[in-house]
Structures are given as C-alpha cells and as structure tokens.
C-alpha cells in the first residue's frame, strides 16, 4: 500500500494547495456538462427533449444524492487508517464502500419503477415530457452501481491525497459524455435516448478509470480478508457514521428547498433574481470545497496518527487558506457582481432585482467559509453525531430566523435567515472543536 496512499509527511501550504486546486478545477468542470446536454438536445428544435432530459437528470440526482455519504464517510475512515499507518484496513475501508455502493445501485435498478413514480408524483410534467424522461431514465439507471462506487472512488483518493486521479476522472467521464452526445444526438440522430446511452458510457468508463488508480487496494490480502471486511464492529461503526452523514445532509438540504419555495411567495420577478444569484452560491461552494476536501484528508491523517499538534496545525492552514479564498470572493462579487448578473439576463426588471441583494452575495463567501471548514475537519474526524446535532440546531435557528424575519423585511429577511444558518453551522461546530481537539491523544 505504500505506493497507493500519502502517509503523513511535512504540513505545508504546498500540500493544502496539491490538494485543494485539483477539486476546485473538478468541480468547474460539471456545469460544462450539462451546458452541452442542454445545448445537444435543443438541437432537435422542440422544447419537450429539453424537459424530458431535464426532470430525468433531476429525479436520478435526487436518487443518487442519498448516497452521497458514501464519499464523506470513506474519506474521514480512509484518512484515519492511512495517518494510522494501517494500509491493510486503509485497502478494507474502500471495498467496504464499493461493496455498499454495488448494493445501492442494484437496489436502484430493482426498483426503478416505483422510484420513478414517485419522482413524477413529485416533479410533474406533460405526457410527453413524461414518456420521454421515462426512456431517457430507463436506460441511465443501469450506471447506478458504478456512479454510486465513484462516491466511494472518489472519498478515498481524497484520503490519500490523490486528487489529481479526481481531475482525472473527472476530465475523463465530462470529455467522453460530451464526444458521444455530438456523436449518438448531432451525428447518429438517437435524440433523448443518445444522452442517456452516452451518460452510461462516460460514468461506466470513470468508475472503471478510478478503480484502475486505486488497484493498490486489491493487489494484496485484505482483499481476500473476509475476517477483517466484515468485523461486525467497524461495519456497525460505518454504518452509524454513514447515517449521521445522511440525516446531516437532508436537514442542509431543507434548509436550500425551503429557501428556494419562501423565495417563490415573492412573485417572479424575485423569484428569478434568487435563481440568478443562487449561482453565485454554487461558485463558493466549488471554491471551499476544494479546501474542505483538504480539511477532511489532512486532519484526519493526522487523528489517526494521534498527533494533536499535527490535527491544530492542519486545521489551522487550511482554514486560512478557505478564509482567503472567501475575501477574494466576496470582493469579486462586490466589484464585478452587477456585470456578472448582466452576463445571465437581459430582463431589466431581474436585473434591478438582483442588484437589491448583491450585499447577501458579498457576505455570503465571508460567512460561509466557516461552516464548510468546521464540516471538513469534522468530516475527517469522522465525529458525525456532532455533524448531525449542530446542523439539527442550525436548522431550527434557520427556519426560526425566516419565518420571524420575512414579515418583517420581505425577500431581504429570507435571505438574511440564509446567512444566519451559514453562521449557526460555523458557530456551532466550532463551540464542539476544543473537546474534538482534546479528545486526540498528544
């Protein structure tokens, strides 16, 4: 193993950097994709391809999404046994993961049809639309498995350290879905069905790159270990993190629904001005996320090595480097935000709008650098309960703060009850962080 994973070495800004930059070049790249599906299908000149395509990708997302556990829970455990020195459980930890993620999505295939349905009842849409989202979802489905396994894929080279194999992956299933959406729509004429087929090809082909990069892990006994695989003792642990990691991420995830459903009581116009400016969210969630990857891999080396000096210093430097990487982009959005939202619509009306709340946008980054570093370093600590309470108590101060401000101050006092999660989920972690840190032996 020792060629397969980063053991824990000289904390520098260099290594943050290694690690963080790949992840931020990543995650640019995924709107790219869905730029080219949009743009081939609207190629066939009718509007229902574009729909069928769009609710189809939306409803497999939200099925996917309940495993996105999978990629934080693997990088905290991997993380650990890898500052351990312990490669053969470091090895266990990812084909415990794949073997999960090959059970959830055979578990998806088998019951596509009532999952579907249920997607429908939920996101309804015409019949035609409708039969051509159910094509188009009849045959994405069969990638489950392997989407789901680049969760885990992907938690563990981010353990190791490894995140250019992410770019990798990355570059690699965006470039052939993009090649074969020109060929299987624009040349082959196959419409809907094309971009499925070409969606199962590139994730198929990214599951298989990324377990090529991790082949260390099956090269050598753990593999064939069932004793250690499957201790009753590690797979309860797992499974309880894992769970934590869940209920954590559907409570954030009420938070941003019901946002985005008090947001549509203020009439169109301020409901399309928030669409807009919710992209400005999304560009500081791919920035910090880079360094929360960061956080999650270097402090968790550093706990299971067991040196606290080593967990303060990791926490520290990437820290600042996410609270830098925030002023850079809240001075970014106050400078240049109103051409930015001139760059998305032309409707004057939307453009006034968005401008009205340009102030949310620059404190945003600056607020929010917090919450994802704590859940970085919690992540990595694999500490979940704490996770799963603090955000359960942000939570309530959220829906505490929108449904006591919006009569006060409208569409400002919702957005003023966004920023106040993103503090609550900072600050809250943050009062759990000196017994996390007291917990690691010196």
Same mark, same amino acid.
């Given at each position: 193993?020792?060629?397969?994973?980063?053991?824990?070495?000289?904390?520098?800004?260099?290594?943050?950097?290694?690690?963080?930059?790949?992840?931020?070049? /990543?995650?640019?790249? =995924? @709107?790219?994709?869905?730029?080219?599906?949009?743009?081939?299908?609207?190629?066939?000149?009718? /509007?229902a391809p574009i729909g069928a395509v769009g609710i189809g990708a939306l409803i497999l997302t939200a099925l996917y999404w309940v495993f996105g556990f999978l990629r934080m829970g693997t990088?905290?455990?991997?993380?650990?046994?890898?500052?351990?020195?312990?490669?053969?459980?470091?090895?266990?930890?990812?084909?415990?993961?794949?073997?999960?993620?090959?059970?959830?999505? =055979?578990?998806?295939? /088998?019951?596509? *049809?009532?999952?579907? %349905? &249920?997607?429908?009842?939920? !996101?309804?849409?015409?019949?035609?639309?409708?039969?051509?989202?159910?094509?188009?979802?009849?045959?994405?489905?069969? #990638?489950? @498995?392997?989407?789901? %396994?680049?969760?885990?894929?992907?938690?563990?080279?981010?353990?190791?350290?490894?995140?250019?194999?992410?770019?990798?992956?990355?570059?690699?299933?965006?470039?052939?879905?993009?090649?074969?959406?020109?060929?299987?729509?624009?040349? *082959?004429?196959?419409?809907?069905?094309?971009?499925?087929?070409?969606?199962?090809?590139?994730?198929?082909?990214?599951?298989?790159?990324?377990?090529?990069?991790?082949?260390?892990?099956?090269?050598? %006994? @753990?593999?064939?270990?069932? %004793?250690?695989?499957?201790?009753?003792?590690?797979?309860?642990?797992?499974?309880? =993190?894992?769970?934590?990691?869940?209920?954590?991420?559907?409570?954030?995830?009420?938070?941003?629904?019901?946002?985005?459903?008090?947001?549509?009581?203020?009439?169109?116009?301020?409901?399309?001005?928030?669409?807009?400016?919710?992209?400005?969210?999304?560009?500081?969630?791919?920035?910090?996320?880079?360094?929360?990857?960061?956080?999650? !891999?270097? =402090?968790?080396?550093?706990?299971?090595?067991?040196?606290?000096? &080593?967990?303060?210093?990791?926490?520290?430097?990437?820290?600042?480097?996410?609270?830098?990487?925030?002023?850079?982009?809240?001075?970014?959005?106050?400078?240049?935000?109103?051409?930015?939202?001139? *760059?998305?619509?032309?409707?004057?009306?939307?453009?006034?709008?968005?401008?009205?709340?340009?102030?949310?946008?620059?404190?945003?980054?600056?607020?929010?650098?917090?919450?994802?570093?704590?859940?970085?370093?919690?992540?990595?600590?694999?500490?979940?309960?704490?996770?799963?309470?603090?955000?359960?108590? #942000?939570?309530?101060?959220?829906?505490?703060?929108?449904?006591?401000?919006? @009569?006060?101050?409208?569409?400002?006092?919702? *957005?003023?009850?966004?920023?106040?999660?993103?503090?609550?989920?900072?600050?809250?972690?943050?009062?759990?962080?000196?017994?996390?840190?007291?917990?690691?032996?010196?």
């Amino acid at each position: 193993m020792a060629d397969a994973v980063a053991g824990p070495g000289p904390l520098t800004h260099r290594r943050i950097l290694n690690i963080a930059v790949p992840v931020v070049l /990543a995650n640019i790249t =995924v @709107p790219i994709l869905g730029l080219v599906d949009t743009g081939v299908v609207g190629q066939m000149g009718e /509007a229902a391809p574009i729909g069928a395509v769009g609710i189809g990708a939306l409803i497999l997302t939200a099925l996917y999404w309940v495993f996105g556990f999978l990629r934080m829970g693997t990088t905290g455990f991997a993380a650990q046994a890898i500052g351990a020195g312990d490669g053969a459980e470091t090895a266990a930890i990812l084909i415990r993961a794949l073997a999960i993620a090959a059970l959830a999505g =055979v578990s998806i295939i /088998a019951l596509q *049809w009532p999952l579907f %349905a &249920a997607g429908f009842r939920l !996101s309804p849409a015409s019949a035609e639309v409708e039969t051509l989202a159910r094509d188009y979802m009849a045959i994405r489905v069969w #990638s489950a @498995p392997f989407l789901i %396994a680049t969760y885990a894929i992907t938690g563990w080279l981010v353990a190791a350290e490894r995140t250019r194999a992410i770019l990798v992956m990355q570059l690699t299933m965006n470039g052939i879905n993009i090649a074969l959406d020109l060929v299987f729509v624009l040349g *082959w004429g196959w419409g809907v069905q094309g971009v499925a087929v070409a969606t199962v090809i590139a994730e198929v082909s990214g599951c298989a790159l990324g377990l090529w990069f991790c082949r260390a892990a099956f090269a050598g %006994a @753990p593999w064939r270990d069932r %004793a250690r695989l499957l201790d009753p003792a590690k797979l309860k642990r797992f499974a309880s =993190v894992n769970t934590d990691i869940l209920i954590r991420s559907l409570l954030l995830q009420s938070i941003f629904m019901s946002f985005l459903f008090f947001a549509a009581r203020y009439g169109d116009t301020r409901l399309a001005a928030t669409h807009i400016l919710m992209q400005f969210l999304t560009v500081t969630a791919y920035a910090m996320d880079g360094f929360a990857f960061a956080a999650e !891999s270097l =402090v968790g080396q550093a706990l299971g090595a067991r040196r606290r000096a &080593a967990f303060r210093r990791a926490a520290l430097l990437v820290s600042g480097w996410c609270f830098a990487t925030g002023v850079a982009l809240a001075l970014a959005f106050a400078l240049f935000g109103g051409t930015i939202i001139d *760059w998305m619509t032309t409707a004057p009306d939307v453009r006034v709008t968005a401008r009205d709340y340009l102030i949310f946008m620059a404190l945003t980054p600056l607020i929010s650098a917090a919450p994802f570093m704590m859940d970085g370093i919690f992540i990595g600590a694999t500490r979940t309960r704490d996770m799963r309470n603090m955000m359960a108590l #942000s939570t309530a101060i959220y829906f505490t703060a929108a449904l006591t401000l919006m @009569p006060l101050a409208g569409s400002h006092g919702l *957005w003023l009850a966004l920023l106040i999660s993103f503090a609550a989920r900072g600050a809250t972690l943050a009062w759990k962080y000196p017994a996390l840190e007291r917990s690691i032996n010196a």
